[in-house]
């Protein structure tokens, strides 16, 4: 089993900087695609970012490609969330998650989610 514990969000003013970690324990997550996705109020949950197990491979929704950069760290099981310029249209809880296969993560099939941090742009 592996818990995925999300951390960093809160409040951040439009144009700053923000960035979430997804520490992961239990089994070490090094050979899975990581992925962030987000759901605001009233909203679908959707992608967001995902990365290979290497970290040479990302992904991004086009929505925030050029803003956030995800990235992880095998050696310490966390994966982050860098971002920069958020909108206010960024607002939502984010959820890290984890797969086998990235076809998978980006169907939002995945073998983990964590439990969800809110981050909320302030315009």
């Known amino acids: 089993q592996v818990q995925l514990v999300e951390s960093g969000g809160g409040l951040v003013q439009a144009g700053g900087s923000l960035r979430l970690s997804c520490a992961a324990s239990?089994?070490?997550?090094?050979?899975?695609?990581m992925g962030w996705f987000r759901q605001a109020p009233g909203k679908e949950r959707e992608f967001v970012a995902a990365?290979?197990?290497?970290?040479?491979?990302?992904v991004y929704h086009d929505s925030v490609k050029g803003r956030f950069t995800i990235s992880r760290d095998n050696a310490k099981n966390t994966v982050y969330l860098q971002m920069n310029s958020p909108k206010p249209e960024d607002t939502a809880v984010y959820y890290c998650?984890?797969?086998?296969?990235?076809?998978?993560?980006?169907?939002?099939?995945?073998?983990?989610w964590g439990q969800g941090t809110q981050v909320t742009v302030s315009s």
């Open positions: 998650a984890a797969a086998k296969e990235y076809s998978s993560l980006r169907n939002a099939v995945c073998e983990y």
């Open positions: 239990g089994r070490t997550t090094s050979r899975y695609v």
């Open positions: 990365i290979n197990w290497s970290g040479y491979t990302t």
